[in-house]
Structure formats: structure tokens, C-alpha cells
């Protein structure tokens, strides 16, 4: 294109000095295939060229050709310009499409926002309204008709449906209301009956873990039915291995199925060894017998320390006064819906239980019981309601809770209350009051029992 223009501007040149001259364009190859483009003009004063003559044509050439080159590179940096204008245009016109594209999205938005903003309105407005009638419907007084209902039906109209019998819209109802005492509502035996009585029946163990390792055939399992403080709650499970030479691990279960999954929330470590199987969980306290001691101690659940701590008088300890199972299952102690509580034996009381009713706080004993059965004859004991109880066998699948010790009475019997030992080997009985359950340990296997309370029978011996 460069040397067309160049050819132009050389023909447009020649023109404006001599119109009368011809000029004629030839195109060729040269010997290497490369193309030629040459021209020829006549001169105006000679017919024929000479060596000398040549110089003033070929400057003048010269000037018109340096003339063109400068034409030709005016018009090139035109057309760099032109182009370096387009991209620019082009560079112009995204951003303006973009800006569009995004103020598009900013409208929508705002007409959400706004559709929104009416929908939050209509639900408050409705809800002032549902709030306003619940106002008015609390605030309206109730009819009620004690005796005939004869003055409410005076200043009643006479178009008022209710007192039309033959109008199908509504009729107005009357009731008599006759306060009945609870205990006559639920019988005594029955399984809602909530009051404290004498124990009915025992129901099928129902399991509910199982321990995995040798430390786990005996133990202590329990739920706090009265449990203090914040991080623990009657859901809370704890459980203790009592086979070991230091038992003092207490493992911490969320609830009953963090248990059967076999992973604590929390280990707590006590500051004396415990004996046996006989501790229990009273209003945020772990009560246990130290080892090898008549010693009990309250380990306080919640600062988990050591709260308070004392000998309990002339207590046989390390296998004196077992159950017949033995395990050093001298001292036994439990709670119920009367307080604390403490199984053992003396040796002044020859072997036979003696019950002491404890201070939660102290330890001290408030008062004692004897019984007439002697300890190392029955295989475990709970007490329910103030009263003794006692269970015959700890390997018989089938055995019987043989005797009940009444301290409201002072008195004891003989009983006969089927009680299943479905693992055969019962080494921990113990009962939770807010449940209304036992909590045993058998075999390995953790159990539960519902148990059906009644009213107490006068007999005794």
C-alpha cells in the first residue's frame, strides 16, 4: 500500500509541474523472483539521455521522492493514531457495559430489599394483631354457673342460642367441680402411684451397658436423684470399676446413650481409694467408704474435692461384716426420698444389720437401727422409703427380696418380692428415688429395675 501511495503522490506531483508529460508504471521479477516496480517519465528538453546531462532529473527525482516519503509517513502515523482511537473506544464501551450491568444488579436489589422490607412489615402488623386478640381473649371473663344458672340466663337475650334447645348452633354446659384427695384418684400399687409406700413388686432387668475389661465384673453405676450444681444434671451417668488394687477413677457419661457408646465426658480422680461396691450419689456428692478403713467420705461432684470426712462408730470394714457375696461389701450406703443412709454391722451387734441415718454434710450419725438379719445371710440391700430391703441371692437367676426393716416402726418381716438376677453374679443394688428404679451392677452388666411401690402392710415381727 506504501508504494501505491507512493506511486500516486509521484504521478499527482509530475502532473502539477508538467501536465503534458506522460508517465508510464511497469511490474516485473528480477533473476531471484523478487517483484520490481519502476516508471518511466519523457523529459521535457532532451530526446535522448547523456552521462553528464542526468544529474539535475535525478536530484529533482530525489526531492519529489523524499517529498513523498514524508506524505507517506504523515499518512501512516494518521491511520496509528485511528487505530490506537478504536481500542480506546472499544476499551470505552465495556466499561460502560459493565457499569450497566451492574447498576442493573444494584436495582434489583433495592426492589428485594424493598419486597422484603413490606413482607417484614405485613408479619409485625399481623402479629400486633394476634397479640391484641390474645389480649382481649385473656382479658375476658370466664362464665361459670354454680348453682341453676337461672340469673345468668335472666340477662341473657332471649335470641341467645345457647338457651335454645332446639337450635343445633351450641348449648350452653354446667359443671360441679369436687376437690377428691390424690390418693383416692391412684390406687396405692398401682404404677402411677407416686407416694412413698412399701415395695409391691420389682420389675425385669433392663440393660443398659455392658463393661469390656476385667475391672468391670464388679462395680458401681448411679444417676445423682437430687443433683446440685451446674455442670451436672440428673441425666448425668457415673460409673465406677471396683476391681483394682486403687480404685479411684470415676468416669462421667453425658446421659444413658453417651454410656452405651463407651465414651466419657469427663475422668475425675478421687483423693482417697474407694472400698467395694457400697458408694452412692446424693445432691451433687459422691459418698464412699475409704479403703481399708471404717472411714466415709462426701467428695463434692462440682469443686471436686474432698468435702467432708469421718469414722463411722465401731463399723466393721475389709471383710468383718460382708454380704454374702463378699467383695469387703461392709458398708453399704444409699439414699432415698427420707436422706441419707448407712448398711453395715458390729461386732456388738453380733453380724446383724445395723442402719444409720447420716447428715449429708456432716457424715455424723443422727440415729441407728438394729435389724434381726445378719448381714453375711443376704447378698445386697437398698433402702426405699425408710425401709430396709434385702435380696436372698447374688447368682440365682430367680431369687426374692426376702425382708423388709421398717425405722418408722422399728420393726421387720419376712417378704417375698421376686427379683431376677439375669447375669448371675450381683454384686451392687442400689435405689434412685426421681427414677423410682434400682440401679445394679451385674456381671459386668449395668441394669436397671422398675419398681412398683404399695400401701405397707401392718404385720410385722
Same mark, same amino acid.
Given at each position: 500500500?506504501?508504494?501505491?501511495?507512493s506511486?500516486?503522490?509521484l504521478?499527482?506531483l509530475?502532473?502539477?509541474?508538467?501536465?503534458?508529460?506522460? $508517465?508510464?508504471?511497469?511490474?516485473?521479477?528480477?533473476?531471484? *523472483?523478487?517483484?520490481?516496480? #519502476?516508471?518511466?517519465v519523457?523529459?521535457?528538453?532532451e530526446?535522448?539521455?547523456?552521462?553528464?546531462?542526468?544529474?539535475?532529473?535525478m536530484?529533482?527525482?530525489?526531492?519529489?521522492?523524499?517529498?513523498?516519503?514524508?506524505?507517506?509517513?504523515?499518512?501512516?502515523?494518521?491511520?496509528?493514531?485511528?487505530a490506537?482511537? *478504536?481500542?480506546?473506544?472499544?476499551?470505552?464501551e465495556?466499561?460502560?457495559?459493565?457499569?450497566?450491568?451492574?447498576?442493573?444488579?444494584?436495582?434489583?436489589?433495592?426492589?428485594?430489599?424493598?419486597r422484603?422490607?413490606?413482607?417484614?412489615?405485613?408479619?409485625?402488623?399481623?402479629?400486633?394483631?394476634?397479640?391484641?386478640?390474645?389480649?382481649?381473649?385473656?382479658?375476658r371473663?370466664?362464665?361459670?354457673?354454680?348453682?341453676?344458672?337461672?340469673?345468668? @340466663?335472666?340477662?341473657?337475650?332471649?335470641?341467645?342460642?345457647?338457651?335454645?334447645?332446639?337450635?343445633?348452633?351450641?348449648?350452653?354446659?354446667?359443671?360441679?367441680?369436687?376437690?377428691?384427695?390424690?390418693?383416692?384418684?391412684?390406687?396405692e *400399687?398401682?404404677?402411677?402411684?407416686?407416694?412413698?409406700?412399701?415395695?409391691q413388686? &420389682?420389675?425385669?432387668?433392663v440393660?443398659?451397658?455392658?463393661?469390656?475389661?476385667?475391672?468391670?465384673?464388679?462395680?458401681?453405676?448411679?444417676?445423682?436423684p437430687?443433683p446440685?450444681?451446674?455442670?451436672?444434671?440428673?441425666?448425668?451417668?457415673? @460409673?465406677?470399676?471396683t &476391681?483394682?488394687?486403687d480404685?479411684?477413677?470415676?468416669?462421667?457419661?453425658?446421659?444413658?446413650?453417651?454410656?452405651s457408646?463407651?465414651?466419657?465426658?469427663?475422668?475425675?480422680?478421687?483423693?482417697?481409694?474407694?472400698?467395694s461396691?457400697?458408694?452412692?450419689?446424693?445432691?451433687?456428692?459422691l459418698?464412699?467408704?475409704?479403703?481399708?478403713s471404717?472411714?466415709l467420705?462426701?467428695?463434692?461432684?462440682t469443686s471436686?474435692?474432698?468435702?467432708?470426712?469421718?469414722?463411722?462408730?465401731?463399723?466393721?470394714?475389709?471383710?468383718?461384716?460382708?454380704?454374702?457375696?463378699?467383695?469387703y461389701?461392709?458398708?453399704d450406703?444409699?439414699?432415698?426420698?427420707?436422706?441419707?443412709?448407712?448398711i453395715?454391722?458390729t461386732?456388738?451387734?453380733?453380724?446383724?444389720?445395723?442402719?444409720?441415718?447420716?447428715?449429708?454434710?456432716?457424715?455424723?450419725v443422727?440415729?441407728?437401727w438394729?435389724?434381726?438379719?445378719?448381714?453375711?445371710? &443376704?447378698?445386697?440391700?437398698?433402702?426405699?422409703?425408710?425401709?430396709?430391703?434385702?435380696?436372698?441371692?447374688y447368682?440365682?437367676?430367680?431369687?426374692?427380696?426376702?425382708?423388709?426393716f421398717?425405722t418408722?416402726?422399728g420393726?421387720?418381716? $419376712?417378704?417375698?418380692?421376686?427379683f431376677?438376677?439375669?447375669?448371675?453374679?450381683?454384686?451392687?443394688?442400689?435405689?434412685?428415688?426421681?427414677? @423410682?428404679?434400682?440401679?445394679?451392677?451385674?456381671?459386668?452388666?449395668?441394669?436397671?429395675y422398675?419398681?412398683?411401690?404399695?400401701?405397707?402392710?401392718?404385720?410385722? #415381727?
Amino acid at each position: 500500500m506504501w508504494l501505491q501511495v507512493s506511486l500516486l503522490c509521484l504521478s499527482c506531483l509530475t502532473q502539477a509541474q508538467q501536465a503534458e508529460d506522460r $508517465a508510464s508504471l511497469r511490474r516485473s521479477n528480477d533473476h531471484t *523472483g523478487r517483484c520490481h516496480y #519502476s516508471f518511466t517519465v519523457p523529459s521535457p528538453e532532451e530526446s535522448s539521455c547523456s552521462g553528464g546531462s542526468m544529474k539535475p532529473e535525478m536530484d529533482g527525482v530525489s526531492s519529489r521522492l523524499t517529498l513523498l516519503e514524508a506524505l507517506v509517513s504523515r499518512l501512516l502515523a494518521g491511520e496509528d493514531g485511528g487505530a490506537g482511537t *478504536g481500542e480506546r473506544a472499544n476499551g470505552e464501551e465495556g466499561v460502560r457495559e459493565a457499569y450497566s450491568q451492574v447498576t442493573r444488579e444494584r436495582n434489583q436489589l433495592q426492589q428485594d430489599k424493598e419486597r422484603l422490607s413490606r413482607q417484614v412489615q405485613e408479619l409485625q402488623r399481623r402479629l400486633a394483631e394476634l397479640s391484641q386478640e390474645a389480649e382481649t381473649l385473656s382479658q375476658r371473663p370466664c362464665q361459670q354457673t354454680h348453682t341453676s344458672g337461672a340469673k345468668q @340466663r335472666e340477662n341473657r337475650p332471649a335470641s341467645d342460642p345457647a338457651y335454645d334447645l332446639g337450635n343445633g348452633a351450641y348449648q350452653e354446659m354446667k359443671a360441679e367441680v369436687t376437690e377428691v384427695p390424690a390418693s383416692q384418684l391412684i390406687p396405692e *400399687g398401682s404404677p402411677n402411684f407416686t407416694g412413698c409406700g412399701e415395695l409391691q413388686s &420389682v420389675g425385669d432387668p433392663v440393660l443398659h451397658k455392658k463393661a469390656d475389661s476385667i475391672t468391670g465384673k464388679y462395680g458401681v453405676w448411679l444417676q445423682d436423684p437430687e443433683p446440685q450444681g451446674p455442670n451436672y444434671n440428673n441425666k448425668t451417668v457415673w @460409673r465406677i470399676d471396683t &476391681v483394682g488394687k486403687d480404685v479411684r477413677q470415676i468416669f462421667a457419661y453425658e446421659d444413658m446413650d453417651q454410656l452405651s457408646q463407651g465414651f466419657p465426658m469427663k475422668v475425675l480422680v478421687l483423693p482417697e481409694p474407694m472400698e467395694s461396691t457400697g458408694a452412692t450419689m446424693y445432691r451433687g456428692s459422691l459418698y464412699y467408704q475409704r479403703k481399708r478403713s471404717r472411714s466415709l467420705i462426701r467428695y463434692d461432684l462440682t469443686s471436686e474435692r474432698l468435702a467432708s470426712r469421718l469414722e463411722l462408730p465401731h463399723a466393721g470394714f475389709h471383710g468383718q461384716h460382708p454380704y454374702s457375696w463378699g467383695g469387703y461389701t461392709d458398708i453399704d450406703l444409699a439414699a432415698d426420698e427420707q436422706g441419707l443412709w448407712a448398711i453395715y454391722s458390729t461386732n456388738k451387734a453380733k453380724g446383724a444389720i445395723v442402719i444409720s441415718k447420716l447428715d449429708p454434710e456432716s457424715l455424723e450419725v443422727k440415729r441407728s437401727w438394729e435389724t434381726n438379719i445378719r448381714k453375711n445371710t &443376704v447378698a445386697n440391700a437398698f433402702i426405699v422409703c425408710g425401709r430396709l430391703y434385702t435380696v436372698g441371692s447374688y447368682t440365682a437367676p430367680n431369687t426374692t427380696i426376702n425382708y423388709v426393716f421398717d425405722t418408722a416402726t422399728g420393726m421387720g418381716r $419376712a417378704v417375698s418380692v421376686p427379683f431376677k438376677n439375669k447375669y448371675r453374679y450381683n454384686s451392687m443394688v442400689d435405689y434412685n428415688h426421681a427414677q @423410682r428404679k434400682l440401679f445394679a451392677w451385674d456381671n459386668f452388666h449395668m441394669v436397671t429395675y422398675d419398681i412398683r411401690l404399695g400401701k405397707a402392710s401392718n404385720s410385722s #415381727s
